[in-house]
């Protein structure tokens, strides 16, 4: 498998002099096949444009786009770039979109097709060429031909959202966000008047249990991107609850499922070049001679093979 990355930002896209050479796109990642004349897009944030560019220049000359769109969630600065993929105004161009859906009423196509109403865009969704085929999505594996398989897991955020494992020739490749540790959510403190000691405890093993969950689901994985948006002194500090990791529980997790690989995902919009360069040292000075484990720093346009 050969993997591309178009975004690596979260949040929201942050151009600019001090995120250049990490960049400021928001997540979006092709995914390509030994063998296969044959790719796969994972979320459709801000990057997605570049590499709709890509696409008509390089795939179109060799006949119409058929692929596959996996929606980690559909907040927006996952699924903002949909309206500015030019594939989807291409007559012949045949897309299928894979994604949660939350409890509300509307399906994938209004969530994500519904940005491109007169009220946020000059083209309305009825008007695309393409042909799109919406499929929503719950934890399952599915077998997406030519050996090619995925399994989608929920994660911990606010909206309902799914990291994907993909499988092809014995290879792994696994992305986890926008997630965050599981906890226990019930009052710890004995001396609290709601303090429950049953659902304390319950609460205790209904955390624990997930945390296992996730790591069995990226288990020996060849190459893992999982959202890093914080370090552990800045989640502890005011940003638990916002459904984003830090470093130090990406590494440790990662580490115990055997992961040979690890890239740290949807940057902060506040945060530099240079203090991302400064992280990464950092980590890898403290993850020296105790993990066999590689970790890196997400970078936009950067290619990877495993």
């Known amino acids: 498998m050969k993997i591309k990355i178009w975004g690596v930002r979260g949040s929201i896209p942050c151009p600019g002099l001090e995120t250049v050479y990490f960049g400021g796109n928001t997540a979006c990642l092709e995914l390509r096949f030994e063998d296969l004349d044959r790719f796969i897009i994972i979320d459709a944030g801000s990057g997605i444009r ?23 969630h559909t907040h ?87 990291g994907y494992r993909f499988e092809y020739k014995g290879k792994v490749f696994c992305t986890a966000y926008d997630t965050e540790p599981f906890r226990n959510v019930f009052p710890s403190d004995p001396d609290s008047p709601d303090y429950d000691e049953a659902a304390f405890e319950e609460g205790e093993r209904a955390a624990k249990e997930e945390n296992e969950k996730i790591m069995g689901f990226l288990q020996g994985a060849d190459l893992l ?66 993990t066999t484990m590689q970790i890196a720093i997400a970078r936009e346009g950067e290619e990877l093979d495993i």
Not at 102 to 115: A, H, P, S
Not at 132 to 153: A, C, F, H, Q
Not at 250 to 256: D, E, K, Q
Not at 257 to 262: D, E, I, L
Request: proline share 6%; aromatic share 14%.
């Open 50 to 72: 570049t590499l709709g560019n890509w696409i008509m220049k390089n795939e179109l000359p060799k006949g119409p786009i058929n692929t596959q769109i996996f929606i980690t």
């Open 76 to 162: 927006w600065d996952h699924i903002m770039g949909f309206p500015f993929f030019v594939p989807i105004y291409v007559p012949g161009t045949k897309l299928t979109i894979y994604g949660p859906v939350t409890y509300e009423d509307d399906g994938l196509d209004k969530i994500i097709g519904g940005q491109l109403s007169y009220r946020y865009f000059p083209v309305r969704q009825s008007e695309l060429a393409a042909d799109i085929n919406y499929v929503p999505m719950k934890e399952r594996s599915m077998d997406l031909g030519d050996g090619i398989w995925v399994t989608s897991k929920y994660l911990n955020h606010p909206i309902l959202c799914l």
């Open 225 to 290: 991107i999982h959202d890093s948006q914080y370090t552990r002194e800045e989640y502890k500090k005011d940003k638990m609850g916002w459904g984003h990791s830090h470093f130090e529980w990406v590494i440790n997790t990662a580490h115990r499922a055997k992961v040979k690989k690890v890239l740290f995902f949807h940057h902060d919009p506040l945060r530099t070049d240079e203090q991302l360069t400064e992280l990464i040292e950092k980590y890898e000075r403290l993850v020296k001679g105790k």
